[in-house]
């Protein structure tokens, strides 16, 4: 048996504020606990009041000839996109009211790059959006290059303004891009056990839309296949399912980058669709945004790269598993 010895520190002179105890012939004092370092109580208190810091907001909106119709997406923070406003935080509500209030500005991204402006005209619940999301209508001013982009993401101008401005172009796609969409599909659509669409994969495709991320060596292309349904508000038909694919350019081939497969059967109507990409956070790094389309409301959802990886970054609220 191994035996433990009990050290007794003695202290033989008495000080204010301590008990002399005697015990056994032996005095002792019970001492105060000791006062922790200022520092320590610094770093303890800074904690507790620390305050949470509000991060961007990010609008996705439409544009027809030169107005602009955007819809709230969320808030920016460190660790992705939130829902905005935060029920837990009050204060979102009046400031949602002071970014979407006649006269406010934003910034206005396509493809990537800062292209102009967007003063708010008025603003209000959004239709066919789940939640309660709000719309913002304004007047556009895009840069010459840009006239023509129909997709637009938006930052309030305080945060908007100090990114740089760089040249626009949109990219559109071409025949391997097209070719690579229906290999990529095909393989997951056997990979995920889906049923085969009776008149093929290419018939299959609703959507096809080519970009270039500011951090991916080559172009890249993205791709939504249904059956049995459509890119719309609308109930689906029996069987249906819907899936998203991305394809990147390594070399001079293009791979995988990601899938998302959807059963209606097993998860719901939600069909995904590349809405736009923009570097939201300031990472250096683009994120892709996702235009949903369920049987009865439309949501967002939001793709980033993850150690080399695309993962989906932002769920909506009606899309939560």
């Not at 800074?46 to 808030?75: K, S």
């Not at 603003?123 to 066919?128: E, I, L, M, Y």
């Not at 959507?207 to 060596?217: E, T, V």
């Amino acid at each position: 048996m191994r035996k433990h010895l009990l050290a007794i520190a003695l202290i033989i002179t008495g000080a204010p504020g301590c008990d002399n105890v005697g015990w056994g012939g032996i005095d002792f004092e019970v001492l105060p606990p000791a006062e922790p370092e200022a520092s320590a109580v610094a770093e303890v208190e800074g904690e507790e009041e620390r305050e949470r810091i509000p991060g961007p907001v990010l609008l996705a909106g439409t544009r027809t000839e030169e107005r602009g119709d955007f819809v709230v997406v969320g808030e920016v923070r460190p660790d992705g996109l939130h829902t905005f406003p935060d029920p837990d935080y009050p204060e979102d509500t009046d400031r949602l009211g002071e970014l979407t209030a006649p006269g406010a500005e934003w910034t206005v991204f396509s493809e990537g790059v800062r292209v102009g402006r967007l003063v708010v005209e008025r603003a209000g619940p959004a239709a066919d959006f789940c939640g309660e999301r709000t719309a913002v209508s304004g007047i556009l001013e895009l840069v010459p290059s840009a006239a023509g982009a129909e997709r637009l993401l938006a930052l309030p101008a305080p945060d908007g303004d100090d990114r740089p401005r760089e040249p626009y172009g949109e990219i559109q796609h071409v025949y391997d891009q097209r070719v690579a969409s229906l290999q990529v599909a095909g393989e997951a659509i056997r990979e995920y056990g889906a049923r085969w669409p009776t008149q093929g994969v290419l018939d299959a495709r609703e959507h096809i839309q080519a970009f270039r991320l500011r951090d991916a060596p080559g172009e890249s292309v993205a791709a939504t296949f249904v059956v049995n349904d459509q890119l719309a508000v609308a109930p689906p038909a029996a069987s249906a399912w819907a899936l998203f694919v991305v394809a990147e350019q390594v070399g001079g081939e293009y791979v995988e980058a990601f899938t998302w497969y959807r059963n209606v059967e097993v998860e719901g109507k939600g069909a995904p669709r590349y809405f736009d990409h923009f570097d939201w956070d300031g990472d250096g790094s683009d994120e892709i945004l996702l235009d949903v389309f369920g049987a009865n409301r439309r949501w967002f959802a939001a793709l980033s790269r993850r150690e080399g990886t695309w993962v989906r970054t932002f769920r909506d609220t009606c899309d939560a598993p």
